[in-house]
């Protein structure tokens, strides 16, 4: 396998969470480039199986390269929002045993100048996962109105100082137009007046930018009742988290799911009327501290994990 410059985040963890029986059908729905895959495989007898899924095409392409040689691998290249789609091509839908979703943008993708990805390397603006697929950073804003960016600067990335910052992009544009993440980077840090100690200014921005350009939130809410639907019964789901938007999505997911059937609150019913669909199996899980040490990106990972019931009984 050629992809060993990853460091997948809290893979133990994973692993564990998981509990992989060794005869199990497994998703790693976010292949990356590899690493829970990998872990995941040497849990597994020859009966064993791993769907990988990514919609960034150099992930497949490694994780196709790898499957010449591990027959117990099947690769598909999709959007994990089109996860019921691709498990039903694959012949494994409702027999999962396990599905990760590991949320985080990989090593690979940051540390490649031509994605567009980080504010650290000069390169073009592009930010899309799949970059057959949509329009580029730099297409967006050439075109998007001031308030519509400063909405978006404000929601997806949290930042405070969204309106002074598309105000600056707006103004810059009419003179030239951006086209490098450098470019953005050093409009963003003239706009910003304070900084987040240990964070680079344009940490936000690029942030609101990647997950709009690749609807990040809108992918994750499609995927997790796919991922319910696709597990068989007592199947495990463990997902992966980076930042407040998306862990709040998940939390909210599992606990609607592991409450049942919803009553109204003043409504007397019995525990065994409500039929949960899911049991949450821990509490959320953080990186140890030797694993931040190693990898400084895993710091702001979260790990959930529940368990399909027994008795659900899909739509």
């Known amino acids: 396998m050629l992809a060993a410059a990853h460091a997948p985040v809290m893979t133990a963890e994973v692993v564990e969470a998981l509990n ?63 996860l019921s789609f691709a498990l039903s091509n694959a012949g494994v839908a409702c027999r999962v045993t396990g599905i990760v979703l590991d949320l985080g943008v990989s090593s690979p993708q940051l540390d490649d100048a031509e994605r567009g990805f980080s504010f650290m390397r000069n390169g073009p603006l592009d930010m899309r996962m799949d970059p057959s697929v949509g329009i580029s950073a730099q297409e967006w804003l050439s ?29 810059a544009r009419e003179s030239h137009p951006l086209t490098t993440t450098a470019e953005l980077a050093q409009l963003v840090s003239d706009c910003v007046p304070t900084r987040e100690p240990g964070k680079h200014p344009a940490t936000r921005t690029f942030q ?94 979260i790990l959930r994990c529940a368990e399909k019931s027994q008795g659900t009984v899909l739509q």
């Not at 001031?146 to 909405?151: K, P």
């Not at 821990?282 to 702001?300: G, L, M, Q, Y």
Request: aromatic share 4%.
């Open 208 to 301: 609101a930018v990647r997950m709009h350009i690749n609807q990040e939130l809108e992918q994750l809410d499609a995927v997790l009742p796919q991922a319910l639907d696709m597990l068989e019964p007592t199947g495990r789901l463990v997902v992966i988290s980076f930042h407040s938007l998306e862990d709040r999505r998940v939390k909210h997911f599992l606990r609607e799911a592991a409450q049942g059937d919803p009553f109204p609150p003043d409504l007397p019913v019995t525990h065994d009327r409500l039929h949960p669909t899911l049991a949450r199996l821990c509490k959320p899980t953080r990186p140890s501290a030797h694993e931040i040490e190693v990898n400084p990106r895993a710091r702001s990972a």
């Open 20 to 82: 992989p029986k060794p005869d199990g059908i497994f998703v790693d729905a976010t292949f990356g480039r590899g690493g829970h895959t990998r872990a995941i495989l040497d849990r597994l007898d020859r009966q064993g199986r791993v769907v990988a899924i990514d919609r960034d095409p150099a992930a497949c392409a490694i994780a196709r390269e790898w499957a010449t040689s591990e027959s117990r691998l099947t690769v598909i290249q999709a959007p994990f929002s089109e």
């Open 143 to 171: 075109d998007v109105g001031e308030n519509d960016l400063a909405r978006i600067l404000r929601t997806l990335g949290e930042e405070r100082y969204a309106r002074r910052i598309a105000h600056g992009l707006i103004t």
